[in-house]
């Protein structure tokens, strides 16, 4: 029995080197990169047992995703694998400024996206585990998939589970509109509530005064037991700033602001997410915040979508930061 | 005007350095790949004028796929450019013996596949050219590819222009029934069929006690002017022979056989096509083989689909290699 | 017939990695780079048509450039190719406050630094332009290759073409004062000056109180149609701000600043000359400041001379920037 | 439960690339590898579960040890971690005719060397397992860690698990005298030696006219269930050959001989024992060489310790190899 | 006989590539460092001769360090050979804001660490040198290492040789006490002292208002003739400044900041002690801070221990740093 | 006093990696090589003292130059420096069977084609050496290069100092006619004479029934006490091999052939040259001969011209090689 278990889709990720663009590379890096697994990784890196569930192509692309998921000791057994379909893949070009990092999609039509009603047995997975996590994409990915997502969030509300849920809204996958719809209804079994105040506003219309004001409103619309909220200031490409805030129960919850000398800003949110849920877990809202805002501050001076931060590293970072060289 | 046309998918190929497994990769050479557009670039190359005729999505990776070929000199006036759709890919992994190497394909519903009747106006584009060419991969694509296929031939036929037809029958892609069903009518309108006994077998179920029977039931059969044949050994993954052989009007031609260190394997025999077709439009069929002969010896000693030998290496191969150090 | 004709010398251009010192390096990246073929490639790139004229030795480096000229979309059919001389190298080490970046050269006796009177047939090659332009390198490369700039300046004039000149200055190549007797004679048939305030004064020994005095007194005392002048800082090595500014008709244009963060700022000038160009052809002077500044500050994210960047990008850029990542 | 459990040293492997020496390196591959985890990968690799047991440093390299264990699936539930001591590395530099490849190691005083008496607790580890393997290097690091192997042979005999061995001389690591004092007394344990004639030699002075002799002279000797020889071939560096062969209950079962171009030869043997353990397990003995012979081949086609061969291709290879493009 | 003559360890340094976390690293740059070999190196670098004294083990680690310090032409002469022992590592990850960079030193029992007492004979290395130099962390690297320290100091003096040592504290190697008590003895011989305020606060529990008083009561306490304080702020991990500071006969010496675009920051301190020796040895103390703030801040841009700036480009970085690319 | 000096060019090499054609190349190695300072890295390598005598502009290349002829030991004390002229390069494109590798030098006017009379002064520099070896590469640079090259072989015949002279002809620096009649007069001078079959023809029109016949002819027309002759075989690019052979005294010194699986072939003949003089400085002809087969031979398994064998290594191959890897 694990503590987490989220489902969603990992795709295989090509990136140049050294800014370059697409169009002159001769190689990419590679790795894989996707949001509930990016968190499940990030958990279990922090000490809480996590499985993935997904559904995926049996070639050299879906067996990697596999390795690099037990890597991070993520458990993989009720994986769905298919001879059919493909595995999703995207690019990413960083950019400098004024020249904004902007990802390349290729998704279409990926084993996830192509999973059947029922094929997920989710009882056997979800019993004795303590949260269900899920974010916005996987819905956005086809009919089938947000069924699937249905069928999920049913079974963990049946089960007593927390369900945490990140909203992440992804405007090439479907409309504001079809995100409402679909989402509302989901709502209202989401006990945590991940978000930004931009997504909110794009998927449910809510706005406020500032961040504080949306999380209130979310949570009197919806009835959440936490909402919290990812900040981002980017005064240039790879100078940012970042702080996260959560309100629940009525109380809000800020944390520190951190400059960053970013690496690479791809998988902050889901990072901020696993350290959220871990704190969340083991000791409450307010070290939620304080661990997932660390966590992702430092996943973001590495590369890749995973974190290889320890939690020694977090609790280092929220006692205070020395920038000298440590020997 | 150009001297040669040719039609079908570019994909942009991915793969491991070294003979690294792909699930091991963290890095991945980038270029591109595509029957017919090798064997424009490598006709190119060689000192004719081309173009190639494809369709496109628009983004990084179909401008890159345009910029490769315009590298070479190959002319792109008349592809179809979309929003919609998406670029073929494919990975290889390069194998050593025992291992051969391979290929994984990741090219359903690329904008090639999904091109409309009458989307490509032929006539201007072949009006005045000397010579068609496509290869059997193009109608294996979709049924839509292979309507395409059909419009193209026709008028090239009516224009009373040659045409090249490379059999390259891939079984990912369509059934031996489907192949020879659509293929046989082709066959027809072909002048010149570039084809390995392995191919004739699949497709046509034509046999014979050697090649040079296969070639003369392959005339006799469809009314080629041409069929001209690959030859490779393989007692290694990495040391290889290579030859090729011609009949015509009766006449067989035959080539030296190449000791070939294989650098990578991929495009030869698009680029023997190159070879013999420049080889036959400036000289004849004999100088069409050893041309195409040599010519793909050279590419198989550099990386990538393309071929990066000249005219004058090609023409001091055929007089006699030597193995030293040029300086 | 091409829209912009373009006439200078190309390097190959190789640089270690990572801020190393040449001395240290075992590898360096290689790639070309020379003013007048980055403006053509850049004019290219927007979508005007081009051509550049060179002279080169026929060998693997020779063709590179070609390779890569063609992959732009830049017509090479008038180069004049010899089995003598060389082509010129530079290398580029990159530097990081307090060190600057530096060039060393060795670009002495290249095939067109050789380049013979009466070589290059400037008449079929201009007749039907719209634009000539050359750099103050060209000229500074050796007597024959001044000769060879007023060969196609007087062609130019007497096809009536538009002639666009940036000044160019370098020290290395030439003195201060024969800079200024060769090039005073050749301003009278320059219809566009590009230059920069110190280049201006190191020439022409004109000064004034800001850029735009400077501006008038060029006009005034050569009666240029446009002078346009880039403005740079340089606050640390990999921070800079970027704008321009162009004088025409007694009319000042200004642009907006830029924040740059510097991925490689070579050819930044040169892309502004292809930028300005391609808007002052379609759209006039203010369009051509505005797309100049623009162009040339996106180049300046990626690596190499050349510009990846598309029109789609520029336009984006001058409705205004989000640094945030774009997905 | 697993059904296999190993013990052993992991170390850090360091190799320049491309055949370079040591000393003229800026860059080295990173990776890991070592005999009993090794063995533990790749029998996970191929289908059933194992767990390896070991003592490491709690810092980067002995999280990176356990990562790339996880990644194979292998289950490290059991590792003593410490805060003292240090991971041990080793360097290869590969050679190429007549220079051979050469390791140095940097071992000494590694975690696992320093291992304490009771310091593992090998019932619960063992208990319900089917097999412990072990390899000759364990015992040689130390007097501790030849008590720790003692230790888990003896529970490992008491709850009536199926003992294997692979005699592993390292000449660096301890005399031919200790070699086999300590390990005479294990060999009354041991149900499956794997081992190579050489090693037999020099461990225990043991000869024969060929192979199937000193099999023969082993299994009477010490009473072993099964003896498995593997058998190299070396005419140059890179080109190989490759077999195995066993002996068991009076049966000799021979296997195919492999042409190997070899990638890295590092791991053959461990390979071998994977291939054959799961084989044996499986399926018994005949089985087992033939998919060790396999795998190992297999193996040594790509880079690195671990194998990512599949069971599939495992298969496909015993049914008979073309070393034909699959695609 | 050189100038100066240092004696240390210098260990195989690693880093992972581009803010990489050694974790997820496949591969490592490779590199030498250790603190009194770079002195020797920068001082050789700038123009004076230099020996440096160590002891090694006789492998391919070994002979890379004595390659590399030949490289630089400093004289290896003496280097005490053995065929035990091994050769020290060290593993850097660098970071980025908010993370620091951190060093993982494997430098125990290195052959250094277990030289003999007597086993380099000082008296002929010494002779005719101007300066002796080491730094703190000789002494710390065991007993014997401290013993040798001695040895060589005590030649230093008895020969009237100028003795420099820099405090380099570090607290993996030893306690502040045993720091203390081992060191004061040797101030007594120091001529000049090199140190930052936080060392000299750890290890001699000196501290005062500035670093201005803080050097002034080293001189009063130990009778140095020269007391240098190198001065780093780090708002950021990449953006620093630096500066030095010297105190001598009641003189203070100060030097302007330099901001940085740290490149890699390890060894600034040993190059400032190669710039500050040189000037000091050529010219006095003022201008030794000055050369050894540039040389360091040169240092800093550039990657590796070592020091690729020339003394040309030190005299032009004093005279005023322009930050536009110099051609 | 050092026991060998050497004289002649030394260029960077640049080569793209992994048989790339240099057109598709976007980064090369470099490194640098030239004949005789291989020869005296070589010689100090194995143990004998070495200076290298050359003139070298004063720049980042010139500087790389002496680094590394340093790092191998050779002295570099009587370089002549100019801020005038270049370095030369050259580029290699390794190939692969039927491709030969080729070399496109750039080496015109570079600095030590521009050396001027009497700028060596060489009493000082030959005094007290054992030998002085030039090859035939150094008077074919330039008519001022061959009259250095007198100039120095006129004054170690003063100094009655042996002489050693590979003929190593270029074709593309001289006629035949002209190395005939220049080195016509020098082989008056020279005591060891190192050389190749087609060399010896083309240079002197000397032929014989087989190599032995050629030296024995060579020996009774200039006089040489040894005349030595490498002996390469190339049935492929990447598999050669090679032997050498001495005449000496009327005694014939043959040796084994050697397998190479050629890494880099470039540079055999100079290793080849420094293990010969190596051998018969220390122990006459016939250990020469051995000395530098096995030599050159090792250096054929790495990357670049200078060769990073141990003399221990070549004794150990002397002796019998195992391709089995050394652990």
Redesign the interface.
Known sequence: MVDVVTFGETMVR?SP???????????????IGGSELTVAAGISRLGLSTEWVSRLTK???G??IV??A????VVTDHIIWTEED??G?Y?I?Y????????????R??SAIARIQPGEVNWEPILKGARLFHVSGITPALSENAAYATAEALNMARKLGITISYDLNY?A?LWSQEKARNIQTAFMKQVDILITTEEDTYRVFGIKGKDYREVAKVLCDTFGFKVVTITL?E??????NTWSAFAYSDRLYYEDVK??????D??GAGDNYSAGFLYGYLTAGVEEGVRIGTAFS??KQ????D?N???CE?VHA?IKG???????
Not at 301 to 304: M, P, R
Not at 321 to 327: A, D, H, P, Q, T
């Open positions: 090509l080197p050294g800014f370059q663009r697409l169009e002159q590379s001769i190689m990419l890096n590679l790795s070639n050299q692309l067996r990697m390795d690099k037990r890597e991070f000791g493909r595995i893949l690019f070009e950019g400098a400024s004024p020249r904004a990092s902007q990802v390349l999609y290729d279409s039509d992804r090439k981002r980017t005064p240039t490409v790879w100078q951190y400059n960053i000398e970013v690496v800003r791809v501050a430092l001076t590495s590369w890749g995973f290889w931060a320890t590293e970072l930061s020395n920038l000298r060289i440590v020997r």
